[in-house]
């Protein structure tokens, strides 16, 4: 098991950025494939990014290709989703979640979740 602890949320205008960070604890980080979720009011978790366990390979949602990163430092048991060209539809609580092996886009496979950050982008 590894405990997962997100910061970094908050409340921007459209068009700035934001980076998130999820600070792991417990042991063998670096087995796990994290992942970033999001969650919008009234909506389901969906899938935002992930970045395998060694933090070569990453992929992301369409929605956000190309205007959000994640990294992870598999020293310091972090792995963070630097957010840029933030839209008012990127409003949510994000969540951080790892899982042992590879990386998935389903929440469902992922046993180990934060307990979220909000971000609110307003127009």
């Known amino acids: 098991q590894v405990q997962l602890v997100e910061s970094g949320g908050g409340l921007v205008q459209t068009g700035a950025s934001l980076s998130l960070s999820c600070a792991a604890s417990g042991r063998a980080f670096s087995s796990y494939a994290m992942g970033w979720f999001r969650q919008a009011p009234g909506k389901g978790r969906e899938f935002v990014a992930a970045?395998?366990?060694?933090?070569?390979?990453?992929y992301y949602a369409d929605s956000v290709k190309g205007r959000f990163t994640i990294s992870r430092d598999n020293a310091k048991n972090t792995v963070s989703l630097q957010m840029n060209s933030l839209k008012p539809e990127d409003t949510g609580v994000y969540y951080c979640?790892?899982?042992?092996?590879?990386?998935?886009?389903?929440?469902?496979?992922?046993?180990?979740w934060g307990q979220g950050t909000q971000v609110t982008v307003s127009s």
């Open positions: 970045i395998n366990r060694s933090g070569i390979s990453t």
């Open positions: 979640a790892a899982r042992p092996g590879g990386w998935n886009t389903s929440p469902g496979q992922y046993n180990n």
